[in-house]
């Protein structure tokens, strides 16, 4: 009994069937006593199929309308599920994110969430009837409609549980929950039943899929606690919870990988103060978000800056560098988009030496040059090339003996 957040992904309100098998586990929970709030995602790839669209009609991106256009998108799931529940005798209500009272900044297409009013969804609920609010969009403090980034849903789902004070967040999706690591790489990848927020957040930045990256942000932030499960067999799937420090946290919780980077290189930089800091601004002026850096020493006071770029971003990253060239007084620019970063993410590496040289050991023994390597308090990541992937991901989740 209390108060969840259900959130459902574009796989699992698919189709008619499936907005209907949603409309009844929604049903279910309701007459179990509890009262539901719920955020759906766009149908199946309509997202996908409205920005092949809008390229298909042009060549410039107009942000606003791109907005306009993608919130479509789940104006549609939204009223489809409130009828599919009407069918079932539930009352439903659906809401768009500016009837929601989800307010944002003015950053189309990757809008932050300011405030979340939701005073619409509390009347709702007190009048007996079920909100259903249309994910990943909001309305700016322009009053324009904005949308939060793509698998921005989650994050609306995390940012409406935090505000009504709801229990928890439930994410439904397409697999069962959060594996430490790839299902379809490692054959026997494991779900874990239990992790905590931080290890959540490590795992989405380094490549994990199943939870958009600012959602894990927001939940640990404001502590709301997720459970990531599937809508097609509706069973049990991962607590994301804080961190119980009186329970032994394990060493390493996943292998985790991302093929979406690339690396871009200057070569022969003065090795002297403002250099990265002018290289570094010029990126961030054009919104690109650079991950890895590494700055080797100077050898006669010149030395190297390496960088990974989102692959989306590696043509504005190398121009920005290009035109930075003269002024940072670099000699090269040079870029490899056939990269992978591997990583093992725990809580436990915190307080248990020696994980950081095994994975060395393991990727050596499989003959993977390491290119770059970068790590916090609970994760390692290694960049090697593309083609390693597998076998890196396969021979780490192994020899860290994470199979089921
Ligand atoms: N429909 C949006 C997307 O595909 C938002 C979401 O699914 O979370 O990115
Ligand atoms: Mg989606």
Redesign the pocket.
């Known amino acids: 009994m209390g108060l969840v957040v259900q959130k459902f992904?574009?796989t699992s309100v698919g189709d008619a069937e499936r907005i209907r098998a949603v409309a009844e586990h929604i049903q279910r929970t309701v007459k179990a006593g509890n009262q539901v709030v719920v955020v759906v995602?766009?149908m199946g790839k309509?997202?996908?199929d409205l920005v092949r669209l809008s390229k298909e009609v042009s060549k410039v991106s107009v942000p606003r309308e791109m907005d306009m256009l993608?919130t479509a998108?789940?104006r549609i799931s939204m009223a489809l599920l409130c009828m599919a529940l009407a069918d079932l005798g539930i009352p439903a209500v659906s809401f768009t994110g500016s009837q929601a009272g989800i307010i944002t900044d003015t950053d189309h297409t990757r809008a932050k969430i300011l405030e979340v009013k939701g005073d619409r969804l509390r009347d709702a609920l007190a009048e007996g009837k079920t909100p259903v609010v249309a994910?990943?969009q909001g309305v700016s403090t322009d009053n324009d409609v904005t949308?939060l980034g793509?698998?921005?849903?989650?994050t609306t789902a995390v940012a409406l549980a935090a505000a009504l004070g709801a229990d928890y967040c439930e994410i439904y999706t397409d697999v069962t929950g959060v594996f430490n690591a790839d299902p379809r790489i490692v054959p026997g990848a494991k779900r874990l039943d239990r992790i905590s927020f931080e290890e959540m957040l490590e795992i989405a930045a380094s490549g994990g899929r199943v939870l958009?990256l600012r959602s894990a942000e927001f939940a640990r932030n404001h502590n709301v606690e997720l459970q990531v499960r599937s809508s097609f067999t509706w069973e049990p799937g991962t607590w994301v919870v804080r961190e119980d420090p009186s329970m032994e946290q394990a060493i390493v919780s996943a292998v985790t990988h991302d093929v979406s980077e690339a690396k871009v290189t200057v070569s022969g930089v003065p090795d002297k103060p403002g250099i990265a800091a002018k290289l570094f601004r010029g990126l961030a002026d054009r919104s690109i978000n650079v991950d890895m850096i590494v700055q080797n020493t100077s050898v006669h006071g010149n030395t190297d800056i390496s960088f990974t770029v989102p692959r989306d971003d590696l043509e504005t990253s190398l121009a920005v560098a290009q035109g930075l060239l003269g002024e940072l007084g670099a000699t090269e620019v040079s870029a490899d988009s056939e990269i992978a970063r591997v990583s093992l993410v725990g809580a436990g590496m915190k307080t248990h030496p020696g994980v950081t040289a095994k994975v060395f050991e393991v990727l050596y023994a499989e003959g993977i040059n390491i290119q770059m390597i970068s790590t916090s308090s609970i994760r390692i990541s290694c960049v090697i090339d593309k083609e390693s992937t597998e076998r890196a991901v396969r021979s780490l989740h192994s020899a860290f003996e994470l199979s089921a």
């Open positions: 992904g574009g995602s766009a309509t997202t996908d993608l998108g789940e994910g990943f949308t793509r698998g921005g849903s989650d958009a």
